[in-house]
């Protein structure tokens, strides 16, 4: 049981060539984080892995627990348990929070089954509370005015609704403040199990701290350049991305 991207390709629809090859099995139970330096396609990968419709794959394969993706409409993998939180999240003006994920939800079950209303509210609550999320969130439009950190909660109470296979956190941590940081790292820590595998993409070790990582990749030009454990994240903290300089880019 992996997500498992081999060898993948994907051009913008210009032409472009954003992703040179990238090999990378998050297989389920475990955590893997993407560092590297701005511009490298972190974020490409995380939206060509779900179905982004601005990016052309034009090599390699992605597969969930055997399953081809590449196939699939974006709705289709998620409702086959892919999930990716944006790195800047989308506001859905005139469309409540609640509602939302609601019919998201909704969309899951089998033709003629109805969602109990009172179910779904005391888990949403739930989840609300976990995440320090104040309740008149629910009724707001999903993420219209709200501060970049709220977005970022929201992203996570979205996962945790969700309750997704395979989870693509692109820099969930970036604009946090401390407190909000270890909320949200809490979300993803009580997600964790052995039949979910994580991709946190960060630019930050101190993310890290909060959730700890099974493996650390490093991309840089398209391509994972280097792989590791958690000391890796470590290193780069304290060195930086300089060795890329005299490292040529080839996979590790
Ligand atoms: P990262 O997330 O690692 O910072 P991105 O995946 O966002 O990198 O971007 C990789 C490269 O591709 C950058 O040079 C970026 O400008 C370019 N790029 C990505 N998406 C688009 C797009 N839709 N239009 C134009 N350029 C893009
Ligand atoms: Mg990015």
New binding site residues.
């Given amino acids: 049981m992996s997500l498992l991207i081999s060898n993948l390709h994907a051009t913008?629809e210009n032409g472009?060539e954003?992703l040179k090859g990238v090999t990378l099995e998050i297989p389920a139970g475990e955590v893997h984080a993407i560092m590297?330096?701005?511009?490298?396609?972190?974020?490409?990968?995380s939206k060509v892995i779900s179905g982004h419709e601005?990016?052309r794959v034009t090599g390699g394969t992605i597969t969930m627990d055997g399953q081809d993706l590449l196939g699939m409409s974006v709705d289709e993998r998620s409702r086959a348990g892919i999930f990716l939180a944006f790195?800047y999240p989308a506001e859905v003006p005139g469309v409540s929070n609640a509602n939302f994920i609601r019919a998201a939800l909704q969309s899951r079950l089998p033709k003629g089954e109805e969602i109990d209303a009172v179910a779904y509210y005391k888990r949403l609550y739930s989840k609300m509370d976990h995440l320090e999320m104040d309740r008149k969130f629910t009724a707001r439009s999903v993420n219209e005015g709200f501060s970049g950190g709220e977005k970022k909660r929201n992203e996570i109470l979205q996962m945790m609704m969700l309750e997704p296979k395979y989870s693509i956190l692109?820099e969930t941590d970036s604009g946090l403040d401390i407190d909000a940081l270890k909320i949200v790292a809490k979300g993803v820590n009580a997600m964790r199990s052995p039949e979910r595998g994580m991709l946190l993409?960060t630019h930050y070790q101190r993310l890290l701290d909060y959730i700890a990582p099974d493996h650390v990749h490093v991309?840089a030009g398209g391509k994972i350049v280097r792989s590791g454990g958690p000391e890796l994240a470590l290193e780069l903290e304290k060195h930086g991305y300089d060795f890329l300089k005299e490292v040529e880019l080839v996979p590790a």
Avoid: A, F, H, W
Avoid at 38 to 44: E, L, V
């Fill in positions: 913008l472009t954003i590297g330096p701005n511009g490298s396609g972190k974020s490409t990968l601005g990016y790195q692109d993409i991309m």
